[in-house]
C-alpha cells in the first residue's frame, strides 16, 4: 500500500516541521513541504493536525487486557495480590481464560492500537501467532520470567543478545524489598535485565543496577492501584535507562497514552521525559534498532493525533483514543477515522464501521468474547467501552 499523508506537523530536532510524508514499502520515503500524489497512492489529509512515531508499550500482558480490575488494594506486594485475585475456577477468571488466547491476544492489540502504539514488550512467553499477521509488532528477543516467586530459574546461557525481563521490587514489604539483592546473588543483574516496577528499590540498590547496567520499565498506574505508590522515578531517571508500561488492565490503566497522563501527574517526570520513555528510550533498551522519528528511511510505524494544543509533547499529553486519526504499522493502516479516502481498496471498505476503519472486525471479535464472559466483568473495563463504539 503506498501512502500520501498531506499537511502534517511534526517535531525533528526539536523544531516543529510542516509538510507532507511519501510512504512506500513499509518506510517514509519521502518528506518535503509539499509532494504531488501518484495516481497509484492514497492520499490522506493530516488536517494540520501532529504526526507522531508507534509509540512502544514496554509492559503488558496482550492477553490479560479483557479483565476489569481486580482485587481490593491496598496490598503488601505482588504475590499478596496475585493469592487474593487468582480464583481460576470462579468468575471472572475461569470464563476468561476459557476464551481462545488468539481472541485475547487480538483485543490486547486492540488496546494498544487506538493509543497509537505499535510495538509492544509482552510479557508473558512469546506465541508464534504474534510473527503471522499479527497487527503491531511484539518485541520477540527476550527470556522470560515472571517474577522470583512465581517464574522458573533461568539458565545462564540466556546472557547473549537476549534479554530477561522479570517483575522486580513490586510491592513496600521486606519481600519485595530482598528482591533486587536476590536477582544480584543469582547472576541475573546484567545490562541485559530489564526489571519492571522497582516500587521497593532503594538508593543503594540503585547504585547497584547502575554498575550492572539493567534498564527499569515503569508502571505508575498499576502501583499505585496496588500499594498506594510508585519507584522513586526521580532518582531512577538519572541512573538508569527507564521506559513506560501500561501493565494489564488487571491492575494497570486502560491505555498507554491514560498512563502517560498519569505519569506526568506523579510530578515525577516532565513532558520531554515521558516522550523519551515511549518512543526512543525504549528502543534503545530493548535494541530495536529503528529510529523512533519522523524522518527519511525511518520504517512507517506512525500516527496522527488531533492537534488540540500548540505544543507537540503537550499535545500528547493530552491526546486521548478519540483524537487518534490514523495509526500505520509497517506502512499498513491499522486505524482510520473518517470517509474513506481516494483509492481506498474495495476489500477494505467492508471494514468501515461508523465511517472509522480498524484492522480488526471488532464486532465479531466482541461477539466471541460476549459469548463466554458476563456483561457484568466486561463493563467494569475501560477498554471495553472504548470498544463498544466500535460496532
Known sequence: MELLIQNVNWEHEEQLQCGALRIKNGHIVEIDKDIKPNKSEIVIDGKGDFVYPGLINSHDHLEMNIYPRLGKPPYEDYVAWANDIYKPHAAP?????????????????????????????????????????????????????????????????????????????????????????????????????????????????????????????????????????????????????????TDSTLTGSPTLLDEIRDAIKTGLVSENEIFHMVTNGPSRIFGLQKPMAITKGAPADLFIATRKQEDYKTNLTSTYPDDIRLVLHNGCVRLLRGEPPHSWPFRLKRLFIRQNYLCIHMPSLMKRITSGVPSVFLQQNPVWKIAETWI
Not at 493509543?115 to 504474534?130: D, E, L, M
Open 93 to 245: 477468571v475461569s470464563d476468561i481464560e476459557a476464551l481462545p488466547l488468539r481472541d485475547r491476544l487480538l483485543f490486547g492489540a486492540f488496546k494498544n492500537i487506538i493509543s497509537g502504539v505499535t510495538t509492544v514488550v509482552h510479557h508473558n512467553p512469546y506465541h508464534a501467532r504474534f510473527r503471522f499477521g499479527f497487527p503491531i509488532s511484539v518485541f520477540s528477543r527476550y527470556q522470560w520470567m515472571h517474577s522470583l516467586v512465581f517464574g522458573e530459574k533461568i539458565r545462564r546461557r540466556w546472557f547473549g543478545t537476549q534479554k530477561l525481563i522479570i517483575h522486580a521490587a513490586e510491592g513496600i514489604n521486606e519481600r519485595a524489598a530482598r528482591e533486587i539483592d536476590e536477582l544480584d546473588n543469582l547472576g541475573y543483574l546484567r545490562k541485559q535485565t530489564v526489571l519492571v516496577h522497582g516500587v521497593a528499590v532503594s538508593a543503594n540498590q540503585i547504585n547497584r543496577l547502575q554498575e550492572k547496567g539493567a534498564s527499569l520499565v515503569w508502571c505508575p498506574s498499576s502501583n499505585i492501584y496496588l500499594f498506594g505508590r510508585t519507584a522513586p522515578i526521580d532518582m531512577l531517571k538519572h541512573r538508569i535507562p527507564v521506559a513506560l508500561g
